[in-house]
Structure formats: C-alpha cells, structure tokens
C-alpha cells in the first residue's frame, strides 16, 4: 500500500527557500509560476488546471529534499519540467472521449441515427478553435443549481457578461447544428 504524503510546513519553507532567499520573493515567484502553470494546463485544454499545478508543485515539493543539494538553474525550469510528466500522466489516467450525453444537450434528438450523430458531432466539436471547443465542454458541465453556478464562474472567468456567454453558445450550437446535419446527409 502505497504511503499518502502530507506537505509539511518545514517542506513548504524549504520549497519557498529554494525559490528565493527573500521570503517576499519567494512568495511573488511562486504565484507567478502557479499562474503560469495554470496557464499551461488550460492551453492543453485541461478541465482541471488548478489542481493539475498543485500536483505539479506538490511534487517538486516532494523530490527537493533529494535534489535541492545539487540542482542547478532556475527552480522555475525544472517546476515546469515536472508539469510535463504530471500532464502525461493526467492523460494516461483521465483520458476519454467526448461525454455521452453531449449531443443530447446539443443537438436536436433523433435515435435512429444515434451512433452516426454521435460520430459526427464529436468530428465537429473537435473542428471547432481550441477556445471554443473548451467553452462548449466546460459549458455544459453539472446539472440543476451546480451547472448555474458553474456557468456564472465559467463567465468570470472568461471576463465576460453571463449574457455575452450565452449569446456565444447560442452561436456555437447553430454552428455545430449545421456540421452535424451536413455530416449525416453526406453518409
């Protein structure tokens, strides 16, 4: 059985330690390259930067005993180093296809073609721009109050009107409305 790790204080120090001897500094560099990880995450499409940069940082956190006597260069290059394997193995352990039920709150209904809908819906949401490919993952994520709340979160974070949301949805449906119909009439 594997033994869980706990982040002591003692080890936080140390990481912050190793980033700058200034405890000030420290702190602006470790925002700065959580900030950065979550930047990297995202633009691989990650559903869970935040928690894929803690990793990453717990991780460093974990190995600096071991490396910290004769690592040299910037903290910051083996951080985002240590971000790669975490990604991998991200992938290795999260990876799906698209979710199921996507195309029922897509796309308009129709069960005798199911399979080939959802052949061809999944072939159009991964045509679309990496932004908005995500916007429409992440858009339809939760139900009931959970998918409110999370929809007004999703608009925060974008820096955008809840309203301004919508209307990009309501765009992005037609578009993928008109690539699933012109797919399925081609087959």
Known sequence: MKKEWDLTEDLFNLFLSWLDPDRDVAGKKYEAIRHELIRKFDSRQCRVSED??????????????????????????YIYASARSV??????KCWSPLPDDLPDKILLRDDDQKERRSECQDRCV??????????????????????????????????????????????????????VQDCLEQS
């Open 52 to 77: 894929l940069a803690d990793q990453t940082i717990d991780r460093v956190i974990r190995r600096l005993p071991a490396i910290i006597d004769s690592y040299q260069g910037d903290p910051a290059a």
């Open 87 to 92: 990604f991998f193995d991200h992938l290795e």
């Open 126 to 179: 991964s045509e679309l721009e990496p932004d908005d490919r995500k916007l429409v993952l992440q858009y339809y994520r939760e139900d009931k109050q959970a998918k409110i709340d999370h929809r007004r979160r999703l608009a925060e974070a974008l820096g955008i009107e809840i309203e301004t949301m919508r209307t990009r949805m309501h765009r992005l449906r037609s578009q993928l409305r008109r690539c």
